[in-house]
């Protein structure tokens, strides 16, 4: 399982992306994944061990507690073995990309499309959907709060809203969009092959 983040991420989190944990069906890995520089430190966006509002611990704390395993990942490595595992276990993969020190470029991000059923990018670079041909064309952040609308994405239906003050929207000709204004989407998904981008 990223441009602009404010300290309200946290609050963002809690209340847009339970859609990841519907689409997660047995395991999420690879918050605050790397594959750089080793493992993050607790000041850094997303750390899956911080309860400060640009950390992800709510996140992680309320998929476990939906019986959804969560397996934090900081280097390819371990993200491999805990994707080989989750396969050798039958079970569907969600691998959740968050880059709290944007050391992650499009190559490192692109070599992930096909590796999960669900590849889910936490607050992407441009770059990050330049290299996995992802239709858009601008990005720029806006305060909400957005509604979900009619985006065919149950779960984002379900959240409702999301609020914040910098939440980052895409100018996309993406075939499933939620959270939209009249700058773009917030939330974008596609499918690729063999997996669902979001």
């Given at each position: ?12 989190a ?16 690879a918050?605050?994944?790397?594959l ?132 980052m ?30």
């Amino acid at each position: 399982m990223t441009t602009i983040l404010t300290p309200s991420i946290g609050r963002v989190a809690r209340k847009s992306l339970y859609w990841v944990g519907a689409a997660a069906i047995a395991l999420g890995v690879a918050l605050g994944l790397t594959l750089v520089n080793g493992v993050a430190t607790g000041a850094d966006r997303f750390d899956p061990n911080s309860a400060a509002p640009n950390g992800s611990r709510a996140l992680v704390t309320v998929l476990g507690e939906q019986g959804i395993a969560v397996d934090v990942a900081a280097t390819r490595a371990s993200v491999d073995d805990a994707i080989a595992d989750a396969r050798a276990a039958g079970e569907r993969v969600t691998l959740v990309v968050a880059d709290g020190r944007s050391v992650l470029d499009g190559e490192r991000v692109a070599e992930l499309d096909g590796l999960a059923d669900h590849l889910v990018l936490a607050e992407p670079a441009p770059v990050w959907l330049d290299a996995l041909d992802f239709p858009f064309s601008t990005s720029r952040p806006t305060a909400g709060p957005l509604e979900s609308g009619s985006c065919g994405i149950d779960a984002a239906s379900r959240a409702g809203e999301i609020d914040g003050d910098a939440i980052m929207l895409y100018e996309t000709e993406a075939d499933t969009v939620c959270f939209t204004s009249g700058e773009g989407a917030a939330l974008l998904q596609r499918e690729t092959t063999g997996t669902t981008l979001t």
